[in-house]
């Protein structure tokens, strides 16, 4: 008998599947072709500043405006803390996000903490995840 196998037990596959899509959106951050289309078409997200934004298209134009800005100069770094499954399809994701700040001081950086703790709603479409909720809450 075979005991070896090649293929990862299902809730495994599911947890890389999800850590490769985070670790996808922080390479995305400055794609608007690409980032919103790891989101799902009705998405709620919430950002560090407590903008809300509702749906891919005001996500994607919120994007691009604010890559045509001086916030092109704002990075962010994901780290996932947890991972949660509320049914097969949806997780509950935890993850620390850390904000580099690189505008000029002219520019006006922010008074924001460069620490984050995000919360990402993930459902399954069509075998892949994608974000429903994005959600970070400033840690001061």
Known sequence: MDTTSSTLPAKDAD???IRELVARSQEAQTD???????????LVIVNLAGRRIFGREAFASAMAEALSSPLKDVR????VDDIRFTTPDVAIVSVTKTVHDERSEVEGSSELPSVGAMTYVLTRQGGDWRIA????????
């Open 15 to 17: 947890e890389q599947g």
């Open 32 to 42: 608007p072709d690409v980032l919103p289309a790891l989101h799902t078409e009705n």
């Open 76 to 79: 962010t770094s994901l780290e």
């Open 133 to 140: 909720l994005a959600q970070t809450t400033p840690v001061r």
